[in-house]
């Protein structure tokens, strides 16, 4: 069974970091994708990046260049790197895992969408003060 759990979460000024964790078990990465998802109070839940297991990512446009995903294949955990916070990133993050899509043209490749990670963690607090 996979089981996904985030750490991580906590308050910072604008301006400042956070680094989010989330610790996988119960699959391997090849043949599937990790993403971190963001839900704000009031707000559909979002996509902010997505990672396949040959690393290739896809942000959001909202936070291209502050934010960097990386994984460490060998602990089974993803890190969600925030740089340059805003209080707009104010939300509960979550992570996420999924198979990935195929085709002939692309090979194995991920998308931020909602529908296709079935597996999600309980989320982690992020607040953003200005």
């Known amino acids: 069974q996979v089981q996904l759990v985030e750490s991580g979460g906590g308050s910072v000024q604008s301006g400042g970091s956070l680094r989010l964790s989330c610790a996988a078990s119960?699959?391997?990465?090849?043949?599937?994708?990790m993403g971190w998802f963001r839900q704000a109070p009031g707000k559909e839940r979002e996509g902010v990046v997505v990672?396949?297991?040959?690393?290739?990512?896809s942000y959001a446009d909202s936070v291209k260049g502050r934010f960097t995903i990386s994984q460490d294949n060998a602990k089974n955990t993803s890190y969600l790197q925030m740089d340059s916070l805003k209080p707009e990133d104010t939300a509960m993050y979550y992570c996420?895992?999924?198979?990935?899509?195929?085709?002939?043209?692309?090979?194995?490749?991920?998308?931020?969408?909602?529908?296709?990670?079935?597996?999600w963690g309980q989320g982690t607090q992020v607040t953003v003060s200005s």
């Open positions: 990672i396949d297991s040959d690393g290739r990512t």
């Open positions: 119960g699959y391997t990465y090849r043949g599937y994708c």
């Open positions: 996420a895992a999924g198979r990935a899509l195929y085709s002939d043209y692309s090979g194995y490749y991920c998308v931020r969408v909602l529908s296709k990670f079935r597996y």
